[in-house]
């Protein structure tokens, strides 16, 4: 079975930190570019961050520009986004995506995860 599971995410105070995984079973995730996306209650689904299959490019949305970082893993078939100095406006469910094209030059989705709750919070 093709999957994306998303692991990581839950309740963090303002400015802390926490590290979402995303790995694959029954396909190789070096062969597509992944990305990060965030939902938030009451709003559209957004593209956080975009990572080449290679490892080598990467992509930031504004927002969280020089506080996130996404990564590959050592051991292949995982993705990491390591999201620091959280805000409240962070909270949103994040979802991994094996992504059809390039990073930030993608045309499509191929596979999405169910997603990960990030709630962020005093």
């Known amino acids: 079975q093709l999957q994306l599971v998303e692991s990581g995410g839950g309740l963090v105070q303002p400015g802390g930190s926490l590290r979402l995984s995303c790995a694959a079973s029954g396909f190789t995730l070096d062969y597509y570019a992944i990305g990060w996306f965030r939902q938030a209650p009451g709003k559209e689904r957004e593209g956080v961050s975009c990572?080449?299959?290679?490892?080598?490019?990467?992509n930031y949305a504004d927002s969280v520009k020089g506080r996130f970082t996404i990564s590959r893993g050592n051991a292949k078939n995982t993705v990491y986004l390591q999201m620091n100095s959280l805000k409240p406006e962070d909270t949103a469910v994040y979802y991994c995506?094996?992504?059809?094209?390039?990073?930030?030059?993608?045309?499509?989705?191929?596979?999405w995860g169910k997603g990960t709750l990030v709630t962020v919070s005093s």
């Open positions: 990572i080449s299959n290679s490892g080598g490019s990467t």
């Open positions: 995506a094996a992504l059809q094209g390039s990073c930030p030059s993608y045309y499509g989705v191929e596979y």
